[in-house]
């Protein structure tokens, strides 16, 4: 069994690997997002979910090609843990690798990532630039348009909402609390 880094020692290494300020902000909400989850869904290992989603795009910066492929070489470089390796690589499932998202905590990190944006997008687009006031219909209207958040898969979403059993507006308004709590505590949308 390997190493599960501290969220301090998970943070270090991502900001070896990734100097954009874009990349890095949407690693701390995916961070607070899956920790939301863990404390929702109730498995009691918020900081492990945390560290999940902190380093879910950490060869991103460096090697965007190999996306998903060189994280797993760099965290068994460091010897951490093969749990958290293969968490963070299924979320490329179908896409970069063919590491399909088992645990739950997988799935929900492969469904919200990409939801993130487009809540995102969706937000700063709002007068408030807030998720404070984000319903799910309008979330929904943004979805069904594919030019808005382009850059964001909806068959990802959707796919991602499946494989949890939920539905596609269960997922969105889910994800819009974990995203209003992470604005509430982190600051971030």
Known sequence: MGKIPSRE???????????????LKHARI??????????????????FWGVVGLLHDLDFGMYPQEHCIKTQEIMTERGLDERLIHAVASHGYGICVDIKPEHEMEKVLYATDELTGLIGACAAMRPSKSTMDLEVSSLRKKFKTPKFAAGCSREVISDGAAMLGWELD?????????????EQTKGLV
């Not at 020692?9 to 990349?23: I, Q, S, T, V």
């Not at 989850?37 to 009691?44: C, P, T, V």
């Not at 269960?170 to 992470?182: K, N, Q």
């Open 170 to 182: 269960e997922l969105f308004e889910r994800t819009i609390h974990a995203l209003r709590e992470v």
């Open 30 to 47: 995916v961070e607070g997002v899956m920790e939301y989850f863990a404390r929702e869904l109730g498995h009691g290992e918020e900081d």
């Open 9 to 23: 020692e998970a943070w270090e290494l991502l900001c070896e690997f990734n100097k954009d300020e874009f990349h």
